[in-house]
């Protein structure tokens, strides 16, 4: 419907609380105007964070406004390996937000993105979607090598495959390159110290070496910020580390991982990235439903790159339960994940764009209060029978 004037209905901002490692936290547009869309991002207490324009397709829906209750505080949990998934997204990178001039230089794509094959593609240049893997059981420790064969090798249709962290390294390594995947590394931070990032960068190049055209991209930790780490310290060690990969061979893409709100409330983040990279889980907003899981995140993910100073946008990890308790509109059931998945992918139809959370059941995780009892069942290939 057209009209001239600027409609704003009030949103909350929600906190969506997870089980380790994957705290979430999602941000609603608090106002929309037919042809450009203008978001006014703001915390929990109502304070103006930033205001971004950003011209939206017609056919993305806007999620119902939330209830004026003030969301609780963040709350944080502790990292672990895991598994997210990058989905490219293009939005105009027209905004009335001022960019830094670093921010407004890497508005072209970066030299990473084009990288040649000696130093991997850039978010699904190997062709295919992506997905999220854990090489760990039920106890937490690894697979064995033909355990981890046998995952990726199950993982058709998907051609990157995204790691937390260097847990099973070498047998995961090994398993890609027989499998023909690519893969999405990553090194984990410790939300407290921030500067732990050498350790596993070391452990990369130790087994990467042999090929590093293995790598699509390295995240320099997953959720640190939303974990309660320093933005701007976070920022620094992405930059340290991109440096310090590239003395050992590397040239393709770095990131860092985070929610999309914290990214949008701390643009520092994707400045320091080569691309966007978020986290964007509808299960945990009381408004989506499984049939609208993919214009849910569409619609999150759309001022990102405006925000950003035009850079490209990955949406690194969504998807939905089968198991565990529904809540709200979000209803837990094999039939609801795969009315999720399929609706991710028709949101998202460049297979290359979507990285799902995620191919196995994590048995090992741990459920807590904000997780639904679900935090073990995202698996979407296949689900664990005990």
């Known amino acids: 419907m057209k009209t001239g004037l600027l409609s704003v209905a009030a949103l909350s901002l929600l906190q969506l609380v997870a089980a380790q490692p994957h705290a979430r936290r999602h941000i609603h547009p608090r106002g929309k105007v037919p042809e450009q869309d203008v978001y006014v991002y703001v915390n929990q207490f109502g304070s103006t964070l930033s205001v971004v324009t950003s011209t939206i397709p017609a056919d993305v829906a806007t999620p119902p406004p939330a209830a004026a209750t003030p969301a609780p505080a963040p709350t944080t949990s502790s990292s672990s390996s895991s598994a997210p998934a990058p989905a490219a997204f293009y939005a105009s990178s027209s905004s009335s937000v001022a960019t830094t001039a670093s921010a407004a230089s890497s508005a072209k794509p970066s030299p990473s993105a084009s990288a040649s094959a000696s130093s991997g593609s850039s978010s699904g240049g190997s062709g295919g979607g992506g997905i999220t893997y854990s090489p760990l059981t039920a106890s937490g420790q690894c697979k064995s090598s033909g355990e981890i064969n046998s995952d990726i090798a199950g993982m058709s249709g998907y051609g990157i495959v995204r790691i937390y962290d260097t ?219 005990s």
């Open 167 to 385: 847990s099973c390294l070498q047998d995961v390594f090994t398993a890609a390159k027989t499998n023909g995947k690519k893969l999405f590394a990553g090194i984990n931070i410790d939300p407290g110290t921030i500067s732990n990032w050498q350790k596993d960068a070391d452990a990369l190049a130790a087994v990467f070496k042999q090929d590093w055209s293995i790598i699509d991209t390295i995240a320099v930790g997953n959720e640190v910020v939303q974990r309660g780490g320093d933005p701007g310290s976070l920022a620094s060690a992405v930059k340290s580390a991109k440096s310090h990969l590239s003395s050992l061979g590397y040239s393709g893409s770095v990131v860092t991982v985070d929610t999309v709100w914290n990214i949008l409330a701390n643009p520092v983040l994707c400045q320091s990235s080569d691309y966007v990279a978020g986290n964007c889980h509808p299960f945990f907003d009381p408004h989506a439903t499984a049939e609208g899981a993919g214009d849910f995140v569409k619609t999150q993910a759309a001022p990102l790159s405006a925000a950003c100073g035009g850079k490209r946008v990955v949406i690194t990890e969504t998807g939905w339960p089968w198991n565990g308790q529904s809540h709200d509109n979000a209803q837990v059931s094999v039939q609801a994940q795969t009315a999720a998945i399929s609706s991710l992918k028709a949101a998202f139809p460049d297979p290359s764009s979507l990285f799902l959370f995620s191919s196995y059941d994590e048995l090992w995780k741990v459920d807590n209060a904000g997780t639904h009892g679900a935090e073990k069942f995202w698996g979407f290939l296949s689900h664990a029978t």
